[in-house]
């Protein structure tokens, strides 16, 4: 079984940077992309990006597009969330999560199997 792993969250100033990491573990020839989600309070869990293990076909939220950048490290089963010019409307939970599908939706958590626990990010203004 797929098991994540996220890290690097924490507290920054608006306009500061972050790099979060979701280790996975347990993943098979079946897996076939990452993706991270985040969730604000009182909101429901949102798309953030997504890349394929193989070809790095990466997709964004339009709300993070040139400023968020989603990049992988195939032989550690590693993926990165770089995250720049943060802003307070960023602050939330986020999540990596595998997917096997290929035809499933890239933007709702649906299209996804296996989740992390999560860590939180906070932005201040």
């Known amino acids: 079984q797929v098991q994540l792993v996220e890290s690097g969250g924490g507290l920054v100033q608006a306009g500061g940077s972050l790099r979060l990491s979701c280790a996975a573990s347990g993943r098979t020839v079946s897996s076939y992309a990452m993706g991270w989600f985040r969730q604000a309070p009182g909101k429901e869990r949102e798309f953030v990006a997504a890349i394929t293990w193989s070809g790095g076909n990466t997709y964004y939220a339009d709300s993070v597009k040139g400023r968020f950048t989603i990049f992988s490290d195939n032989p550690k089963n590693t993926v990165y969330l770089q995250m720049n010019t943060l802003e307070p409307e960023d602050t939330a939970v986020y999540y990596c999560?595998?997917?096997?599908?290929?035809?499933?939706?890239?933007?709702?958590?649906?299209?996804?199997?296996?989740w992390g626990q999560g860590t939180q990010v906070t932005v201040s203004s």
């Open positions: 999560a595998d997917r096997t599908s290929r035809f499933r939706s890239w933007y709702q958590s649906s299209g996804y199997d296996y």
